[in-house]
């Protein structure tokens, strides 16, 4: 008689889900999938509030992302009112996002990932590495919070900033603060550098084989770039790849051409996928299904826009191909992004022009529609606005990180789990594994 397996909550990811796996009657999966449990409402409750106060509510639908949304609401709001904002502050938003995620994606790494790699028997955690290896775990905390302390330094607070303002920013960035804050990218730099080192030789080589092997599907991919298809976060177009390197390009604003939703009944995200590409279905080699978030971003554009990064690419590619297809190189890729990210920290850091007081524009409230449209660390995340002439909002979609994978995620769950239980047999190792490559996406 077939059996189903329930596991729930699943650990050290970033929302509420349950894993379920369907074994036949000889103990093979027939089926697998993981439920997102979370029901925000925010397309809801938001309907009829002041658009200018969009920015400061949807920052809290979620705390490791809150930049990127506060970000995207500013956009939509900015482009319904026809607003272009000063140069500074364009670069201070950018900074923002560079240094949130920089310690998102020292979590992700240290925190999340690097146990599953690292330690072989259950708590997989932090404190299990920090038994493990105490300097490396001490490390990384310590350079997590010293991320941690820049976003708070800089925005006022490390989760649910209310820094970004419609019309450009809050307040200027005074030679003092840019000194400091110089001081401390510098820092995450080096640490970045030496993070991409570490893994490379101590990570990555020794576990080619369950990379090669489990969770790989062959999807579509879909990620920002920027007119010259080079790797983008904040201001650019969105790139569709097909597996075998098409590419369908467009302006964010346009994406109800070329992005449908879907839903299943057993779970509350978003189901996007390609809708020029054939008809949607959780199937593998499915054309419609793409994935986002780091591994998109590195396989759809060109080139990365920071030196070292795109050295790191090159390799990347060289050893992988393009478009890669492996999910747990996720990793892999998730740590060429924090390199670019603090290189491009440093970057705006050392442009003294960030320092104009020069930082917010005037607006007048009118009637229009809005797309706003950044990345996440978790994957391209749209805000879409209508808003009247007395500047209520009246209608919304908002196209979260995580539920860009929703998909590919439950596909890659169901080749893991078929990869690793046989014939009713599995242990914790086993399911641990499938885990992983949940985890891999950082839904």
């Known amino acids: 008689m077939g059996k189903t397996l329930t596991f729930q909550p699943l650990t050290r990811i970033k929302t509420r889900t349950k894993m379920v796996i369907n074994l036949d009657d000889n103990g093979n999966v027939t089926d697998a999938h993981m439920s997102m449990l979370n029901l925000r409402g925010f397309e809801q409750f938001c309907i009829g509030r002041p658009a200018e106060e969009m920015p400061r509510i949807v920052n809290r639908i979620c705390g490791v992302c809150s930049c990127d949304h506060h970000l995207a609401a500013n956009k939509a709001v900015e482009m319904a009112f026809g607003v272009s904002i000063p140069e500074a502050a364009k670069k201070l938003r950018r900074l923002m996002q560079h240094l949130a995620w920089i310690q998102n994606k ?20 932090i ?71 570490f893994a490379k030789k101590e990570v990555f080589p020794k576990y080619s084989e369950i990379i090669e092997k489990l ?48 839903i299943q009944t057993w779970s509350y995200a978003k189901f996007p996928h390609a809708k020029k590409w054939g008809d949607f279905a959780l199937e593998f080699d499915n054309p419609t299904i793409y994935r986002s978030n780091c591994l998109a971003r590195i ?51 050392k442009d003294k022009e960030i320092t104009d007081q020069n930082v917010r524009a005037k607006f007048e409230i009118k009637e229009g529609r809005g797309v706003g449209c950044v990345e ?6 749209i805000h879409d606005y209508e808003i009247d002439k007395n500047g209520f909002v009246t209608k919304i979609n908002i196209i979260e990180g995580p539920d860009q994978n929703a998909a590919a995620i439950n596909l890659s769950l169901k080749q893991a789990a078929k990869q690793v239980i046989k014939d009713g047999k599995y242990d914790e190792t086993a399911l641990n594994q499938i885990e992983m490559i949940i985890r891999a996406y950082a839904p």
């Open 106 to 125: 020292i979590l992700q790494f240290y925190f999340l990932t690097l146990p599953d790699f690292l330690i072989t028997e259950p708590p997989r955690d």
């Open 127 to 197: 404190m299990a590495l920090m038994k493990a290896n105490s300097e490396l775990a001490l490390k990384a905390i310590k350079m997590r919070q010293l991320g941690a302390m820049l976003v708070e330094h800089f925005a006022g607070k490390v989760i649910h900033p209310i820094v970004v303002v419609p019309g450009g920013f809050s307040k200027p960035m005074t030679e003092t603060e840019r000194e400091e804050l110089l001081k401390g990218a510098e820092e995450l730099l080096e640490f970045a550098k030496w993070t991409m080192d």
């Open 215 to 262: 969770g790989v599907i062959k999807t579509s991919f879909i990620g920002m770039v920027d007119n010259g298809g080079n790797h983008e976060i904040y201001d650019g177009k969105l790139r569709l790849m097909k597996a075998d390197g098409e590419i369908e390009e467009f302006n964010p604003e346009e994406y109800a051409d070329y992005i449908a939703e879907d």
């Open 299 to 349: 396989n759809v554009c060109e080139k990365m826009p920071t030196a070292l990064a795109q050295a790191e690419l090159e390799e990347f590619r060289e050893k992988f191909g393009r478009p890669c297809q492996y999910t747990l190189l996720y990793n892999y890729a998730r740590l060429i992004e924090l390199l670019c990210n603090a290189e491009s920290a440093v970057e705006i850091l």
């Open 376 to 381: 996440t660390p978790q994957g391209t995340l």
